[in-house]
């Protein structure tokens, strides 16, 4: 995370952004539901050349920091496990990844992430 980006969260908009998401997850966790560990409030998707508070609240979402860090860990890993299918020429693992994908919270992003990937297959 650059300097600028971990600025904006100690911004008083995104304070504020921030008690809304928590309020309306009722202070808990909504992959876990703890209400007893500390919270974050995720982006499940991100626009490079957006404020960390203007995002819609559908793409924000209460984690504990647990399921916060696995959340970040296991994007990584996916992205991880694209490139190497794409590396491999494995398609069908590709194409099984993708509906995987299909289903998962950063559906959008990854879904990008996927249609640049398959440009470059198609230009290969």
Not at 52 to 64: A, G, I, K, Q, T
Request: a positive charge; one cysteine or more; charged letters at 40%.
């Amino acid at each position: 995370m650059n300097k600028q980006w971990s600025e904006q969260y100690k911004d008083p908009k995104w304070q504020k952004k921030r008690l809304e998401i928590l309020e309306r997850d009722g202070w808990k966790c909504k992959n876990c539901l703890s209400k007893e560990k500390t919270l974050h409030v995720h982006h499940i998707s991100y626009d490079y050349n957006k404020k960390v508070w203007d995002y819609h609240n559908c793409r924000l979402v209460s984690l504990c920091d647990d399921c916060h860090k696995r959340e970040h860990l296991f994007m990584k890993d996916a992205y991880k496990n694209l490139e190497i299918a794409l590396e491999l020429k494995n398609y069908i693992a590709l194409d099984i990844v993708k509906l995987v994908c299909a289903t998962l919270r950063h559906k959008d992003e990854l879904i990008e992430f996927i249609s640049d990937l398959e440009k470059r297959r198609n230009d290969e």
